[in-house]
């Protein structure tokens, strides 16, 4: 502990870990320390047992449920989409062979008190009974021009100039009906509210290619993709990275104080009476209770269940997205589903979540309408937590605080958060134009 | 995933174990490379190997896990284990610590491997009978105790090395019955993918 290091990472969250790892490819000396004797922090994926503990005090988990070691149940569920940033920072490092992935079955979305498939192109929208007859020809039309749109060939924009152009305004342009807008912005463009629609259309746009660019990617029901063993593998493949390139590693640390000096710059860490130096800290924001503030708070339930969710075409993994409008909330509620096919729980058991910004001060209560999506489980929990955001200044105390994980079922702002920390970190912008059109996957 | 069968070919997922300067790369970096550095650095960069090897009637290529060091504050990750079908635990036959750090990987392993695992317990560096401080019989007795099948080894002088890994090839699980479903690798290039044999650096 007495040597000095250029970063000192306190936590290893996914995005601590992926920093870590970053940082250590470059060169630079990196201590990574937790004070949980397991990885991955808030974003790790626990056993039965480890369930029991953290939900329900001493009391043991029931033995029908099966064996506690064939349960990896997230602690902050999440897709990757496949043609995301989480994989092309996967790609980037190599991370991807120390991890097995495999397809998520099906992509669904909440209209009208019904659960539909997501129609994710011009063929699809022609099949879907979320929309009439002369509806589903005017969205066929619009996802072909999205299809063929291509920002650097001014004759696929057909005039119009989507930097300046809303997405109101281009959507009007093809006369969809506010049902079909809804479904299109939440669960193909993945808006979390209705803001977008006052926004320069690109941005959705170039959403929509992603969804169904990734989903072309694997053939499966969906965009996205997930790891077998659940999301804490994650944590682990990028630590294993720091440390392949030199990064030392310690958990079970206590406490992890960060000492600064006078000028407030920091100067170091101290576990159990020893300090190692360092010019950075990067940490997630329970390091450094001081300099974050709280900006929200996430509701979500975990379901053990027996059967896949309801009207999903008997996925064994889903996500289902419920768009605020149908809700009457401010903000959209995602269902997520997985289960033995993706090793994260003995052979015919399921784990559902479901998540949503808390919007009231009884937020279990919100997460209803999706609750009564899941039919009869076998044990259900409820989870509370608050988001935090730094407020320090990077420049003046050298300290890199992450931004808590929020309640989408997606890494999008992850990964955006790591970018713009290693940015702040090292003055430098990743690189990741990785050549994923001629990516795939090997079947093991 | 442990062992994958197909046709006569195995993957087999190997870890190694042990003390901070057991051997560790030492002993891959002989069975791999055929060689073997008298000032061998502490494990950063390459720890990701992988060999075949031709046993009888089948081939089995080992991707070989080295811990790249985060053992040794106890940080090891579970990923490490994760699908290992075998393992080999190394201790220095000149250094009786290490010996009893074998065991504690040994018990590790217990609570965290796949039961079917093959485990090898390898006494290293038995070109220094000057300075030998664990017996072969001592180690023997523990192994016969545990399940696990004992070599000594040197990695400076190549004796039992690849026998290791031979043994270990031989006892590993032939028909594994599909037990997990499998999953894919992602890749950077179109598919076919062999993984990619070599590491990182
Ligand atoms: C299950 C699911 C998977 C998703 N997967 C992906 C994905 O793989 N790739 C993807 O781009 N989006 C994906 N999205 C959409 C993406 O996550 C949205 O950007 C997200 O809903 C917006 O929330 P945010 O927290 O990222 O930040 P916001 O505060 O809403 O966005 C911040 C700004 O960053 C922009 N932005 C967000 N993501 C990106 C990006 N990847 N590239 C450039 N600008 C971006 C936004 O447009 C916005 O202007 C996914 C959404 C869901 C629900
Ligand atoms: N004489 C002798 N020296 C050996 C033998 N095997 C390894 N060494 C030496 O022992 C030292 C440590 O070997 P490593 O292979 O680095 O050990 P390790 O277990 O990988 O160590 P870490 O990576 O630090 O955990 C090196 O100096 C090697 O040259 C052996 O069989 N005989
Ligand atoms: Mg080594």
């Known amino acids: 502990m007495d040597e000095e290091y250029d970063v000192i990472v306190l936590g290893t969250g996914l995005k601590e870990c992926i920093l870590s790892g970053l940082l250590s490819v470059d060169g630079l000396k990196v201590l990574h320390m937790d004070r949980n004797d397991y990885y991955g922090g808030e974003s790790t994926s626990l056993n039965l047992i480890q369930l029991w503990k953290r939900f329900r005090g001493d009391d043991k988990p029931p033995p029908h449920l099966g064996s506690s070691r064939d349960y990896n149940v997230d602690m902050i569920p999440k897709f990757m989409m496949a043609n995301g940033t989480l994989v092309r920072v996967l790609i980037h490092t190599d991370v991807t062979k120390y991890l097995y992935f495999k397809a998520v079955d099906g992509s669904f979305v909440f209209n009208k008190g019904k659960v539909h498939k997501v129609p994710a192109n011009d063929m699809e929208a022609l099949k879907s009974p979320l929309m009439g007859i002369f509806e589903k020809r005017r969205a066929r039309k619009f996802f072909i021009y999205v299809q063929d749109y291509d920002e650097s060939d001014p004759k696929t924009h057909e005039g119009l100039d989507l930097t300046r152009v809303t997405t109101r305004e281009l959507i009007a342009k093809y006369g969809l009906d506010d049902n079909t807008v809804d479904f299109i912005g939440h669960a193909i463009a993945l808006h979390r509210d209705d803001r977008y629609l006052n926004e320069p259309a690109l941005d959705t746009v170039k959403r929509m290619k992603l969804y169904s660019e990734s989903l072309a990617r694997f053939q499966g029901g969906s965009p996205y993709i997930y790891p077998l063993y659940g999301l804490g593998e994650l944590p682990q493949g990028f630590a294993r990275l720091s440390a392949v390139y030199g990064g030392t590693y310690m958990l079970n640390k206590p406490e992890c104080k960060v000492e600064f000096d006078e000028e407030g710059k920091v100067v170091g860490v101290t576990s159990e009476g020893e300090t190692a130096k360092c010019k950075k800290v990067v940490c997630d924001p329970s390091y450094l209770p001081n300099k974050v503030r709280k900006v929200g708070r996430v509701a979500r339930a975990i379901a053990i269940m027996s059967h896949p969710i309801p009207n999903t075409n008997d996925s064994h993994s889903a996500q289902v997205i419920l768009p605020q409008k149908q809700l009457g909330r401010k903000s959209d509620m995602y269902l997520f589903c997985c289960s033995y096919s993706h090793n994260v729980a003995p052979k015919g058991k399921f784990i559902a979540f479901v998540s949503a910004e808390a919007e009231t001060d009884n937020p279990q209560s919100e997460l209803k309408p999706g609750i009564d999506l899941l039919g009869p489980v076998d044990e259900i929990f409820y989870d509370i937590y608050d988001r935090y955001e730094p407020v320090n200044e990077p420049t003046l105390d050298n300290c890199f605080i992450s931004t808590s994980y929020d309640a989408t079922t997606h890494f999008e702002s992850t990964v955006l958060d790591v970018l713009n920390m290693y940015t702040l970190i090292t003055g430098k912008v990743l690189d990741l134009s990785v050549d994923l059109s001629a990516a795939s996957a090997a079947e093991e | ?201």
């Open chain 2, 1 to 201: 995933m442990a062992a994958t069968a197909g046709h006569n070919n195995l993957n087999a997922k190997l870890v190694l174990l042990g003390d901070m300067g057991a051997g560790k790369s030492s002993l891959v970096l002989r069975f791999v490379k055929g060689q073997f550095l008298e000032f061998q650095e502490s494990t950063i960069g390459a720890a990701f190997f992988s060999q075949t090897l031709a046993v009888n009637d089948a081939t089995v290529k080992f991707e070989i896990w080295d811990t790249a060091g985060q053992e040794r504050y106890h940080s090891l990750a579970p990923m490490y284990y994760r699908g290992a079908a075998a393992a080999i635990i190394v201790y220095d036959i000149t250094n009786a610590d290490s010996f009893t750090r074998a065991k504690k990987w040994v018990q590790e392993l217990q609570k965290q491997g796949n039961p079917n695992m093959v485990v090898a317990l390898a006494g290293n560096k038995a070109d220094l009978e000057d300075k030998r401080k664990v017996t072969a019989e001592e180690a023997r007795v523990y192994a016969e105790e545990n399940g696990l099948f004992f070599m000594e080894t040197s990695a400076k002088t190549a004796a039992n090395v690849n026998d290791v890994f031979y043994e270990i090839a031989k006892r590993l699980p032939r028909a594994q019955p599909a037990q997990k479903p499998a999953g894919m690798v992602l890749v950077d290039r179109p598919a076919e993918g062999s993984r990619a044999a070599s590491c990182c650096s």
